[in-house]
């Protein structure tokens, strides 16, 4: 696979193919597999992640701790505010249900973690929504989100153990971005600077989760996340373009990584998990978790 | 080489794809060692594993991955409930490993009636993992391929026996390493496939008089 989004983009380009299309035929080549069977497993992630977003907005789920669940739901019933009855509210609804389903290990597909699972069948299934778009398109639409995460893997990580939240619902926020608006129909190069304009928005983000769980803040950072990756796509497609090359940005977000302090990457020793509260609930909910 | 559905993927039981996915991926590959489900288990935790693994379901997760279980099978939930009714004598114990250690290793010490295998193995994030030392030798297992592992005395030619056994039966090596603690000293090798190795071709390797040992690890990636 590519390791640099600027390649790939000049490769599609001149070629005159998708992003989507070319991340088909990168694998195909890399992997030895024909492009009808990498769209199949990307379809078995499709189905999964449709699942989740179904079972998560039911609004029946605890998570292990009890930490998290049930907040999906209230976007779906709960009073308006001034997104309601917009695709913005849907996806919002989207990402934490399938969040809320991780946390009560139900299954997801990791994309590119687990803890950032939500951000992108949430983006790219509300947009495929509101616009009327077919699998085909959700299909293409994760083809191009995993060439965006496979740069991100090879130039930063995907770990919020060795780069933050930044590495996991960032990077998720980055792809969903890029594939997001290849899907509703911006070009490559579009889509490269909707990359750029989300991971932005995220650079610096620490992991923090209380007690260590994928809970809290993790269900509402993939809200947060897919509401950053619906903005870059805003202004992408309004021609916006961000001055700093998508793979400098995310080179940046690995330098961040490598130099944040090891409390703020999945230990739960800083950040919110360490504040008064955090500690509480975290001691808490791991003594219940013990009990069962 | 990254790949597409390493991003994409894996579907999986939740919470955390290093703390659950990358650790039933670990236990499937140990699992390999032994050729099956072991009859014992001591599995040390190293760094963050021990630190936040029980939150995570890293213990059902790594013993679901012992039974066979891969990273989507809802089994994984009640994993040691179903080692405890079957018979899988199971431990867990926090350590420190080296310091170099990534902060996601464990090291898991097997028994299945004859058969003994340490195998060190850390979770890289997104569910992929890096299998790094077995029996103590030094190795590189990704589990991306259908991988062999054996054991040989250090004797000239073993490669090529090896390289045309495989070639005899149709299959492809991706990758292939040879270690060995000194010279004339047991040899390892792992051998990674394109394609899928039957239980045959694992015979045919063990009825060689100077390999002592070979286990086939599935692969454990999309």
């Known amino acids: ?41 990307l379809g078995r992630a499709l189905h999964v992640m449709k699942g989740a977003v179904a079972q998560g907005l039911t609004g029946d789920l605890k998570s292990s701790s009890g930490l998290v669940g049930g ?7 709960g009073p308006a505010g001034p997104l309601a009855g917009t695709p913005f509210r849907d996806i919002l609804a989207r990402a934490l249900a399938v969040q809320e ?18 951000v992108l069948p949430a983006v790219i299934t509300g947009l495929a929504e509101a616009k009327g778009l077919s699998d085909d398109h959700l ?20 770990s919020g153990a060795e780069g933050g939240c930044q590495a996991e619902t960032g990077a998720a926020a980055g792809m969903a971005a890029g594939a997001g608006t290849e899907m509703i129909g911006g070009s490559p190069t579009q889509a490269m600077h909707a990359v750029a304009l989300a991971q932005q928005g995220t650079l610096g983000l620490v992991c923090d ?6 809970e809290l803040p993790c269900v509402f950072r993939n809200a947060t996340g897919a509401a950053i990756a619906l903005a870059a796509i ?6 916006i ?52 | 080489m990254v790949s597409l559905l390493d991003i994409i993927g894996p579907v999986m039981v939740g919470p955390s794809s290093s703390h659950t996915a990358g650790a039933c991926r670990l236990g499937l590959l140990a699992r390999g060692l032994v050729g099956g489900t072991p009859d014992r288990a001591k599995l040390e935790l190293h760094g963050s594993f021990a630190r936040t693994g029980e939150g995570h379901g890293t213990d059902r997760a790594l013993v679901a991955g012992l039974m066979g279980f891969r990273p989507d099978d809802d089994r994984i939930r009640t994993a040691l409930e179903i080692a405890e009714r079957e018979g899988l004598d199971y431990r867990f114990e926090k350590t420190t490993l080296d310091e170099e250690a990534h902060p996601n290793t464990v090291r898991i010490t097997l028994e299945r009636g004859e058969r003994h295998a340490v195998m060190t193995g850390s979770s890289l994030g997104a569910g992929r993992v890096l299998v790094t ?3 103590g030798f030094p190795v590189e297992v990704s589990g991306n391929y259908h991988t062999i592992v054996l054991v040989a005395e250090d004797i000239p030619g073993s490669i090529a026996k090896i390289a045309t056994l495989l070639a005899d039966d149709g299959l492809n090596i991706a990758n292939m390493r040879l270690t060995r603690q000194r010279r004339g000293g047991d040899a390892f090798m792992v051998i990674e496939l394109d394609d899928y190795p039957d239980e045959g071709v694992r015979d045919h390797i063990r009825a060689l008089p100077w390999v002592r040992w070979a286990f086939r690890l599935d692969k454990v990636s999309a």
């Open chain 1, 101 to 118: 389903v991780n946390a009560a290990m139900g299954v997801i597909v990791a994309a590119p973690t687990a803890g950032g699972a939500g």
């Open chain 1, 209 to 214: 989760p209380l007690g260590g769980l994928v």
């Open chain 1, 71 to 77: 907040d999906a739901a209230k976007l779906v019933h």
């Open chain 1, 241 to 292: 373009t961000f001055a700093i090359p998508a793979d400098e940005v995310i080179d940046t977000m690995g330098e961040i990584g490598r130099e944040m302090d090891v409390r703020y990457r999945e230990t739960a020793g800083g950040g919110l998990a360490a504040t008064p509260t955090g500690r509480r609930l975290a001691k808490e909910r791991l003594v219940q978790l013990k009990k069962r």
């Open chain 2, 133 to 135: 030392a077995i029996d």
């Open chain 1, 139 to 158: 299909i293409d639409a994760l083809a191009t989100a995993g060439l965006i995460g496979a740069v991100i893997a090879e130039r930063a990580s995907l």
């Open chain 1, 234 to 239: 805003e202004m992408a497609m309004a021609g």
């Open chain 1, 1 to 41: 696979m590519y390791h640099s989004l600027a390649a790939a983009v000049r490769d599609a380009e001149a070629r005159g193919l998708s992003l989507a299309r070319l991340a088909l035929e990168t694998e195909s080549e890399d992997q030895a597999r024909p492009v009808g069977e990498i769209r199949d497993l």
